[in-house]
Each structure stands twice: as C-alpha cells, then as structure tokens.
C-alpha cells in the first residue's frame, strides 16, 4: 500500500520568503509527527498531531512555525520569513490505527528546505 | 531532557566481520529504545526495538539498563548493510521520539 508521502521533495526559498510543506500519512493512521533534520544530525521532534489536535506543539523553533492538520488527515507544516538557520529536511511520520505509545512510526520521504 | 547518544559517526568494517554500533540513554524510568535505519536513497525505516527482542537482517539489540546501552550488533556484517543507523528513545506516552546523531556504516567488500 502507500506509504507516508511529503510534498514538494525539495523546495529552494529565499530568505524572508514563507513556505508550506504537505504531509499525507497513511490512510486511517490516528497519529502524526513532523521532526526537523538538520544536516549531519539526527531528526528532532517538532510537533505532534492526534486526528486533527495538536497535542504538542514543544519542539517548534519558534513561532514562525505552524501546523495544522484540519481533518485529520494531510497535514501542512508552514514556515513563515524563512531564515537560513530554517535550512533542513523536514520530515513526517505517522503510525498505525491504535494510536497507542508501541506503534510503529512510518516515515515520508521529506522535503529539503533550503534557505538562500 | 532525555538524550540519546550514538559516540561513533562514522564505522567501517570488511564483509564478514562482525559490527557493533553503539548508543547510550539518558536514564529515566523504563526506556522504550528503538532502531532506525536509513540506506542510501531510500526514507528512514524502523529496523528493530528492543521490547520485541527481536532479530532483523541478523541484527540485534539487548537492551543494558544498568550501563543504559542499547547497542546494535551483527556478527557477520553484509554490504547491504552500508546505511545510516540512528538509535531512538520514545519519550511520551504517544510516542515522540528522540534520535541521537546517527552512525554511517560502511561495509567494504
């Protein structure tokens, strides 16, 4: 079946510009994640979506950052005035029906943000 | 803060030889550890995790509470192998995870 999908899978942005990333998670999957990762660094934790609540929103940078996930499903992770230290792969993940904490996380592809 | 630290960023070793990528845990409570891999091209997957104390492509993990290790071993390593190994610790209830930096192994023939 599909998996987690991510769009676009590279976006190039100038500094100051805002930007959207698109998650579509596996279809029926309660639970989703957005981590950042840095180059040469393991993924970090942004936020965290339960259906359409956002349950923690802790490892945003700052408040440039926003998600949402409206109905529960695609998710949309939006950068505003872009800096270059924004400059990662952004990843999502999301796991199974149960939402409960042994769930597997299946992760997209990621989007490469660069910042110029 | 909960941390996860993998000392090694790069391990190479030749076709057959056993590896051990290693990961050490912040201590609290009772730890949920996994470990994720990601080969060249391809996303990051889940490989094992230690509740399962399972067995995937050869590679396993025992958890050492008393050291707070959990690291990965392969008696014999493959050159399919040659990926990027991140340990992980889940830290919430729902699931949140931290990675440490990752390791790349590299087999050569």
């Known amino acids: 079946g599909a998996g987690v999908s991510q769009s676009p899978r590279y976006k190039v942005a100038k500094r100051g510009q805002d930007v959207a990333l698109r998650c579509d998670p596996i279809s029926g999957h309660v639970s989703l994640f957005w981590y950042q990762q840095a180059l040469g660094q393991g993924p970090e934790f942004l936020t965290y979506f339960q259906n359409e609540a956002q349950l923690d929103k802790s490892g945003l940078p700052s408040d440039r950052f926003f998600a949402e996930r409206p109905e529960g499903s695609v998710s949309t992770l939006k950068i505003q005035r872009t800096q270059q230290e924004d400059s990662a792969v952004y990843l999502c993940?999301?796991?199974?029906?149960?939402?409960?904490?042994?769930?597997?996380?299946?992760f997209g592809p990621g989007t490469r943000l660069t910042v110029l | 803060a909960q941390r996860v630290t993998q000392p090694e960023k790069l391990l190479s070793v030749f076709k057959g030889a056993p590896v051990e990528l290693k990961c050490n845990y912040s201590?609290?409570?009772?730890?949920?550890l996994f470990w994720y891999v990601q080969y060249s091209r391809q996303r990051l997957q889940l490989l094992l995790r230690?509740?399962s104390r399972e067995s995937i492509k050869g590679f396993t993990a025992d958890l050492n509470k008393g050291e707070t290790s959990f690291h990965l071993k392969k008696p014999f390593a493959q050159e399919e192998d040659s990926a990027m190994y991140y340990c992980a610790r889940r830290g919430t209830s729902y699931g949140k995870l931290t990675f440490g930096q990752g390791t790349i192994l590299t087999v050569h023939p």
């Open positions: 201590y609290s409570g009772s730890p949920e």
């Open positions: 230690h509740i």
């Open positions: 993940a999301s796991s199974s029906p149960r939402g409960g904490p042994a769930d597997t996380q299946y």
